[in-house]
DNA sequence: GGAGTTAGTTTAACAGGTAGACAAACAAAT
DNA sequence: ATTTGTTTGTCTACCTGTTAAACTAACTCC
């Protein structure tokens, strides 16, 4: 509840501080980390040299001198430990090491054909022992593991509800964490998304951030005021069940008008088998229409057009509600961006309140499939440097 | 951007920490503040002790004692300086003075025939000069002075847009700095009243609440992770226009389907009054469909009960989206309470997602007509105490 | 009335940050 | 080649505020 303050959190604070400076300009002289955070230089010294005896900080050669001594520049280690990452879909395992900075060092897919629990875990703990395998050395190793996963996740790691994999509180961390005896990270894929994209991709330094993954259905991460919102329990972001037409197509949620029934990848797929641009049979129908769109097909363009607006109509309403810096459209249906995503732009710029005086970007996502696996990096990344700010003095 | 840890600081937070346990906890000894803080005693002691000397805590006489020794009780003391807390609404304005606690020692209300503003500025800096007048006298004394609007509000206290009054672009907060040289809260009327219903009112606690300032159109305050979301530049909570209805009733916002154009009072009457059921040159319509619900008028009821659906479509959309703990309904609507809140909440739980799983609370507003004017002395008094926090080492 | 408890103050020790002095290393001007 | 001035990084003396522990005060209970 209440946090009391003295001499330990405040070297904690400041240690963390001079770490991320670094980190955010690396390569970076002692005097001018002094300089940026405002903390004494002998201050800054004694700090970094333990982040050095830590081995997550290194001095490289010197720098240049603007008309004195030559400065020694510092850098973040990106090699101290590695994270791996997992991004369990609809029909594929996605698996990834990366260095502390993020950067993805080693990456396998597995395609899957059911979406049993019990059929896939086993798969998926494989493929993570696989990659702890890869790991090249270092001094703290594999850091921890972080799973992207399309679910209403709760706070301590319980996927509470995954519909489009039919799972049901599972409890994944615990699982996890009993086998490989090590922190583990479970955040719902568009939370992952909207987090990767702040950290790593096209939304960074923006403190509100809108994420819509927009796949099979619609999931969206939010970054408000410069952190991931969760809500009460980790069911915040079911906008895809916003309704956005009274009386409208029933959902499967119980609800009807839903946003996701009107402007996801299956809504396309739906609209496009009844129209007959598709057959029911057709084992990639989602790629199939783009193939269609790209030869020139003005069926399917004009499909494409009309989710589009679909899609337009939900983006409006989180802006008027977010009033967000940055929205991010990603995940598989940017595939067709070519044909929607002017539609959706021009479509906010006439319908959202106060656009011009909104500096808001609208974007795909820059990392592309790698929004939600880059995010869980992150997630774990972070948890650890945490850890040894908390541990280490 | 970065901020610096050092000893002051620490003093500051944990003299924060102190003064706050003991406007939670009031009355409470100095021995039960460190329990709860994990503060030394010592510490406590001191910092106590400056607290009195600042007359924001008073000793109040010996309390019960536990086995030994009787504990000498602490109080905040409220009446160390003042608020001056107005709502401007479209027709009225309402000022109070409220104490350091947030009660209302004394209030005054003006109803106005016109929305321009240079007819109403001087009228409530009237107003303003009047109460000042009344404000007892303290070691403070006027400590700042808090305006609620229902209007778009950017940071720094400018109104933006207020479609209501029909003013844009009025720089009210330095205007009025420069009239009464004190410190100027501006604040949306629903951001206020969510506040003001954590503060004081019916969602104490709670971290994740959502307040719906349900009148002639719907404005949303938004507590999210304990704290009030305004998005990039004041936009935020503008959910009278997510559209719940594509291809719906055009709205004077450029948009179709808005969610206050079903669900608002204007929505109400207007609907009334295509019914027959008020005439359109009635006074206060409003009221007087209230009268006629109360006298069993059953058409009155069965509109009452469509808009009811209406409001909980959206909330539900709310709910799906932020996951709240609490949900709010405040403003005019709700003197029609009962008949569409039993609507309202039965549509919520049959439709939002997970409901089950979630702790959901859904009231009125506890304040009832005084929220917002509670989340402006509210503002007023902790901007105030931040102040002192920063001042006065 | 003594033993045990609880409340609040005082004291010395300690940790960590700051200011400022200092040496080292360099660029530019003479 | 010197001299001058600047920049970097370390070191020392000092200061602040928290803590632990001793201590005083005041009370309950047997």
Redesign the interface.
Known sequence: M??????Y??KQ??KT?VLT?IMNHTPISRANVAK????NKGTVSSLVSELIDEKLVEESGPGKSSGGRRPVMLLFNGNAGYSISIELGVGYILGVITDLKGKIIEQDTIQLQTTHFNTIFPIMINLIKGLMEQVPKSRYGVIGIGVGVPA?VSRDGEI??APNLNWKNVELKSKLENIFNLPVYIENEANAGAYGEMRYGSSQNS??TIFASIGIGIG?GMI??G?L???????????G??????D?KTCR???RGCWER?ASEQAVIDEAIKRGLVTADQVEPFEQLIQLANDGNQAVIDLFEEIAT?IA?GL??CI??????HVIIGNRLMRAKEWIYPIIESYIL??A??FH????KIDSAKLGTYSTISGMAAFTIEGFLLDQKRNHA
């Open positions: 209440s946090r009391t303050w003295n001499q959190v405040v604070e400041n501080l400076t940026i955070t405002g903390l209403v509470l509800l403190h509100h969206v408000l005021d952190k919102y969760h809500g009460l329990n980790g069911f915040a972001g079911e906008l069940h916003m309704t956005i037409e009274k409208g949620c119980g609800n009107y679909y109509i409006t309403n008027n509600i977010f009033n967000p810096e006439e319908h309140i106060g005086q909104n500096k808001l």
